[in-house]
């Protein structure tokens, strides 16, 4: 498994974000953002960490102390019921050694010992086998197919993945 840290999100983290705002990550939320729009983003997860709703990690690794990518858990609304969604992404040239999933499996430890216990929801992409086997082998559990609503207007056809933090921290 490869040595990672989470760092949770701070002012430094605006230059990972600009670096994460790439087609590839962005399309399926309407397209990479322009600078305002970026700072924006940042802003927003410094105010939602400080406010306990979201939390954002830099993914640190040896020799990479600027970080190659970033993992995190927010509210989340599933059909009616309290719970968390996550999202992760790792930069295209560390990709491959098993980053997102250990650092999905560190955030997912972290959650549970800040007490957190609501299930944890992913919803990567049908199409999207790198993120389906990340979920995979972090140890969610697929609930099936669903038409998600990333953003407002905008309904993605993924998958439906949980992790059940509170059956983990009975064990
Ligand atoms: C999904 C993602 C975070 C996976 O990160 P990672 O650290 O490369 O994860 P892994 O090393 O476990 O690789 C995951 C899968 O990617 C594929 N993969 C392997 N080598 C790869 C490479 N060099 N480049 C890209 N994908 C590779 C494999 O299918 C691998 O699964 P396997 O080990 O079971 O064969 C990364 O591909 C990414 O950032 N993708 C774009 C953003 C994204 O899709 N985010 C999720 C939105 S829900």
Redesign the pocket.
Known sequence: MPEIELRPWSEDDLALLHRANTH??MD?LGGPENDEQVLARHERYLRLQREGTAHQFRIIIPGHPDGV?MVGYWQHDWHGEPALES????EAE????????TAVVAMLETARATGETLPVH????VD????N??CR?AGFRLLGEEQFEAKPGLVLHTNDWVFDLAASSRA
Request: net charge positive; hydrophobic share 35%; aromatic share 12%.
């Open positions: 590839e990550l399926q990518g999202g992760w992404s790792v560390f990709r491959g050694q098993g980053i997102a999933p992913a919803y990567p992409r999207n086998p790198a993120s086997a990340v082998k």
